[in-house]
Antibody, heavy 124, light 106 residues
Framework: QVQLQQSGPGLLKPSQTLSLTCAIS??????????WNWIRQSPSGGLEWLGR?????????NYALSVRSRITINPDTSKNLVSLQLNSVSPDDTAVYFC??????????????WGQGTLVTVSS | EIVMTQSPATLSVSPGERATLSCRAS??????IAWYQQKPGQAPRLLIY???TRATGIPARFSGSGSGTEFTLTISSLQSEDFALYYC????????FGGGTKVEIK
C-alpha cells in the first residue's frame, strides 16, 4: 500500500526557510492519476491545505492564497519524493505539517493516505 | 472560501452508544464532503468521502449522510478505539476543513 514518510528539521528561527520532504513508497510521484499535497495543523487543531503538485503530461502546482508568495512544492522524480519549502517563516507558521495524496481525477480531492506529520516550531 | 462549521465541539458519549456529529457548509458543496478521524500524535485517517462512501477498511458502524450544506457523521455503536477527533473537509476549491469535534468518553 502507499506510504508517505516525512523528514526535515523541526525547529526554525524567524525569517528562516522551512524545508520538508515526503518520500513516497507504493506509488510514483509522477502518477498522472494522483496529486501530492501539503497540509498543516495549527497548535489549536485547525487544518489548512497549503498546496499541491501533480503530473498531467507536465507538472502543475496550486498553492493556497495565504502562503502563495512564500511556498514552493517540488517533485523529485529521481528520489520519488515531494518537497515543501516555505520562506520567511514566523511564529504563525508553527504547526504540524503533513503530506498527503489525492488519488483520482479532478474533483476527487480527499486525502488518503497521510504522512506521519512533522512538528515545526518557529521561535527565536 | 467555504467555511465549514462542526458541532458540537465536544461530544461525550458512553461506549456502545450512538454518536452523531454535524458539519455545516457556508454555501452548498453538493456531496463533496470527506470525514477524517484523528487520534493523538497521529495523522488524520480518511473515513468517508462523497458524503456517504466509506473508505477502504472502515467499519460499517461509521456512516455519513447529507448534501448541500448539512452533513452528518454517525457512529452507530461507539467502540473504545473510536474516541478521537473528527474533521470534515469540503473539496470544492479552495479546499477547507471544519474545526473538528472531539468525541470523548462519558
Amino acid at each position: 500500500q502507499v506510504q508517505l514518510q516525512q523528514s526535515g528539521p523541526g525547529l526554525l528561527k524567524p525569517s528562516q526557510t522551512l524545508s520538508l520532504t515526503c518520500a513516497i513508497s507504493g506509488d510514483s510521484v509522477s502518477n498522472d492519476n494522483a496529486a501530492w499535497n501539503w497540509i498543516r495543523q495549527s497548535p489549536s487543531g485547525g487544518l489548512e491545505w497549503l498546496g499541491r503538485t501533480y503530473y498531467r503530461s507536465k507538472w502543475y502546482n496550486n498553492y493556497a492564497l495565504s502562503v502563495r508568495s512564500r511556498i514552493t512544492i517540488n517533485p523529485d522524480t529521481s528520489k520519488n519524493l515531494v518537497s515543501l519549502q516555505l520562506n520567511s517563516v514566523s511564529p504563525d507558521d508553527t504547526a504540524v505539517y503533513f503530506c498527503a495524496r489525492v488519488e483520482g481525477s479532478s474533483g476527487h480531492d480527499w486525502f488518503d493516505p497521510w504522512g506521519q506529520g512533522t512538528l515545526v516550531t518557529v521561535s527565536s | 472560501e467555504i467555511v465549514m462549521t462542526q458541532s458540537p465541539a465536544t461530544l461525550s458519549v458512553s461506549p456502545g452508544e450512538r454518536a452523531t456529529l454535524s458539519c455545516r457548509a457556508s454555501q452548498t458543496v453538493s456531496s463533496k464532503i470527506a470525514w477524517y478521524q484523528q487520534k493523538p500524535g497521529q495523522a488524520p485517517r480518511l473515513l468517508i468521502y462523497g458524503a456517504s462512501t466509506r473508505a477502504t477498511g472502515i467499519p460499517a458502524r461509521f456512516s455519513g449522510s447529507g448534501s448541500g450544506t448539512e452533513f452528518t457523521l454517525t457512529i452507530s455503536s461507539l467502540q473504545s478505539e473510536d474516541f478521537a477527533l473528527y474533521y470534515c473537509q469540503q473539496y470544492n476549491w479552495p479546499l477547507t476543513f471544519g474545526g473538528g469535534t472531539k468525541v470523548e468518553i462519558k
